[in-house]
């Protein structure tokens, strides 16, 4: 059976697995919290986040009962992942800092590692790119310490990311160039997706718009041979964006569609924000793809039902690009203000374009 084919006969058998776990996880503990432990690979790449929090939110119930903490880590880190997918960032945080501590008391190198790696992402999504940073690195030397591998891939590019976020590329470039050589090392195409997806990334940012496509088109066809829908419901995301900055509205519009739909698809709300406002942008400068105040007003509900604050505060520098066009100049400038001060706060390259965007409308004002 191939992966994509246990993909799809999980996907039609999750409702009655769901169901067996509800009925059965009181008379047979082991078993709830076996399968729950399970399914977690499958959901972080097929999504199905109601399935995701039943199931695992069960099997931390189920494990509370067991005198085992590092049973209780484990799903408390499971529930953790899925309440970061489904966007209650407070819940999310809560639970990995309850699994960290569990891991450490019972002296869990990689548990401790992957718990790290997993706050130093809910921590750059809420802005404190300080904290990110600190979690990752001490998550990095963990997963060294044990010999982990693919945890060093998996950090090195939260790592990435955290220098993409604070505007050194180059630094940037360097800590994915390492995942990638690792995640190709250990055979690990979900790995190597990860990793394309963050150099395509930074290519763009870079300006290498050719660049960018290929490494995203890549990480695509990694995904869908390996059957993560979120995987390549971030491709198409990304593909769409470059496919915007080379004037390819027709190609972009048909990537950040089927982008759309794949994060719908899964129930990530923060990637459907990060995709709206990209319509939104999109529809700027070219009509085809809709309404652009009303892809940034969904985005900005979005983005605050999640906490996300860099798409919270790039809806609304879209928002004010949509009034300043109207002619609503002074409620163009307020939500700029409110941006900027979302962008600064989180320390988003973002700000330098805000700023411009701000002081190019007060001195319109004044001349």
Known sequence: MSTGDATAWLTTELPVLATAIDHTHQTHPTHTIRLSATLHAYFRTAGQWHY????????????TTTNDPRTQAAALYDVGVVSR??????????????????????????GQGNTLTELGFLYRLRG???ASFDAQT???????????????????????????????????????????????????????????????????????????????????????????????????????????????YGLATTDLTDALHLFTQVADTDGQAETHNAFGNLALDHSDAGDPHTHFTTALALA?????????????????????RAGNTPR????????????????????????????????????
């Open 52 to 63: 995701a929090h039943r199931i695992h939110r069960t099997a931390l119930t189920t494990a």
């Open 304 to 324: 605050r039902e999640c906490g996300t604050k860099l798409h919270e505060a790039n809806a609304l520098v879209g928002q004010a690009q949509c009034l300043r």
């Open 128 to 130: 404190d790119l300080e």
């Open 138 to 248: 001490r998550a990095l030397q963990l997963f060294i310490d044990s010999g982990d591998l693919l945890g060093q891939g998996d950090v090195l590019n939260d790592l990435g990311g955290v220098y993409r976020l604070r505007g050194d590329l180059e630094a940037a470039v360097e800590a994915h160039g390492r995942a990638l050589q690792l995640h190709t090392d250990t055979g690990s195409p979900l790995g190597q997706a990860t990793t394309l997806h963050h150099l395509g990334i930074v290519y763009r940012l870079r300006g290498d718009l050719k660049a960018a496509v290929e490494a995203q088109t890549h990480a695509l066809q990694l995904d869908a041979d390996s059957g993560s829908v979120h995987g390549e419901a971030n491709a198409h995301l990304q593909i769409g964006i470059a496919h915007h900055l080379e004037r390819e």
């Open 85 to 110: 997918r489904r966007g209650v960032l407070e819940a999310a945080v809560e639970a990995q800092t309850g699994a960290l501590k569990l891991f450490t008391a019972i002296g869990d190198l990689l």
């Open 332 to 367: 163009a400038v307020t939500l700029l203000h409110q941006a900027l001060v979302i962008h600064h706060e989180i320390h988003a390259h973002e700000a330098a374009h805000t700023a411009d965007l701000l002081r190019s409308l007060d001195s319109n004002n004044q001349s």
